[in-house]
Nanobody, 122 residues
Framework: QVQLVESGGGSVQTGGSLKVSCAYS????????MGWYRQAPGKEREMVST???????TYADSVKGRFTISQDKIRNTIDLTMNNLKPEDTAMYYC????????????????WGQGTQVTVSS
């Protein structure tokens, strides 16, 4: 059974920093990486950052240069360090474990955590 538990959200002012963490357990069949996503009220969930099993990272354009994803495969955690936060970063942040059902499918989220709220005030 795969479990993902996020922590570390909170409220900060514009320009502040936060780190959200995800502790994961269980085995993901055909795993291809993990990622952080976010969803603001009234908006669709969007990708923030991902890391593949070989360590390749990607970032949404809106967070490049401000956010850093890191994975500790010994402690089974994946962190998202967020600097220079802006009000538009306010959202529920979700951790996801990715899998690729077959070679004809893209790597995509298969398991989700419950989310942690990040609020940035101006």
């Amino acid at each position: 059974q795969v479990q993902l538990v996020e922590s570390g959200g909170g409220s900060v002012q514009t320009g502040g920093s936060l780190k959200v963490s995800c502790a994961y357990s269980g085995t993901v069949s055909r795993t291809c990486g993990m990622g952080w996503y976010r969803q603001a009220p009234g908006k669709e969930r969007e990708m923030v950052s991902t890391v593949t099993t070989d360590g390749t990272t990607t970032y949404a354009d809106s967070v490049k240069g401000r956010f850093t994803i890191s994975q500790d495969k010994i402690r089974n955690t994946i962190d998202l360090t967020m600097n220079n936060l802006k009000p538009e970063d306010t959202a529920m942040y979700y951790c996801a474990a990715h899998s690729r059902p077959s070679i004809w499918h893209a790597c995509r989220p298969s398991y989700w955590g419950q989310g942690t709220q990040v609020t940035v005030s101006s």
